[in-house]
């Protein structure tokens, strides 16, 4: 996650936070990979469901941190998701007609104001300014919603510019595909259209704009945003900057 330049002239540190799609499937060679980079606290922001289903495999030692950020959450997102691939005949009545799309700009916008959410992100940041916690990991199941709103906001806060942070947002379509396809593909196999799964499956620059957008009419700006609404207090807010930028 590191690089991006801030608008005071520096630029966000490399080798302290990673980003990634679900951990559950890697091999042997992979889990050395994450011990080689010394990774130390792995956040995990899937849904407990997904966590039970499919858990994180890391080398010993490696700090896993659960944090549910959509919680119960039953109107949209990943639960939603569980529902339609269990029943796909139902899919088109859900997703059709441009309905995919505004699904997942709700699900950005609940980033922001659900309850579970608030807790989760807060917690992340909070335990992220812990230099003993970092290098650090942050994933969910794909890697693009849940994880890249994580790295999204951080990077507000670091003083990236805006543009900057939705060019880095967007370039999880280059590592999309072997995550989604077999995904469709099995679908496809149950009876689904796989075309009606796609919205959902993309990175699209509404989805982040939307919950700017709620951040921007909640708060006001992304401070306010991580003070009030996440519990991240200006000496955190502080010692994140001082940790992530120079």
């Given amino acids: 996650m590191g690089g991006c330049p801030t608008r005071s002239g520096g630029r966000v540190r490399t080798g302290l936070l990673y980003r990634s799609s679900g951990l559950h499937a890697l091999p042997p060679e992979d889990v050395d990979a994450i011990a080689r980079l ?89 335990d992220l300014a812990i230099e003993p916690h970092r290098p650090a990991l942050v994933h969910c199941a794909t890697g693009k919603d849940r994880t890249g709103w994580a790295a999204a906001a951080l990077q507000l806060l670091l003083d990236v510019p805006e543009e900057a942070v939705m060019d880095h947002f967007l370039e999880s379509r280059q590592h999309l595909g072997p995550l989604v396809e077999p995904f469709l593909a099995a679908f496809a196999a149950r009876g689904g259209d796989p075309e009606l799964l796609r919205p959902i499956l993309d990175v699209r620059p509404g989805y982040l704009e939307a919950a700017l957008d709620e951040v921007r009419s909640g708060y006001g700006s992304i401070e306010l945003y991580f003070g009030e609404g996440l519990g991240v207090d200006e000496a955190t807010q502080e010692a994140l900057r001082t940790a992530f930028t120079g």
């Fill in 38 to 126: 010394a990774i130390r606290t792995v956040y995990d922001l899937r849904m407990a469901r997904e966590q039970a289903e499919a858990p994180d495999r890391l080398p010993a030692g490696t700090r896993h941190l659960p944090l549910d950020v959509l919680g119960a959450w039953t109107d949209g997102g990943p639960s939603r998701l569980f529902a339609l691939f269990e029943d796909p005949a139902s899919a088109g009545d859900v997703l059709g007609d441009g309905r995919a799309e505004a699904l997942w700009v709700e699900q950005y916008r609940a980033f922001v104001r659900l309850p579970s959410a608030r807790t989760g992100f807060g917690a992340l940041y909070r």
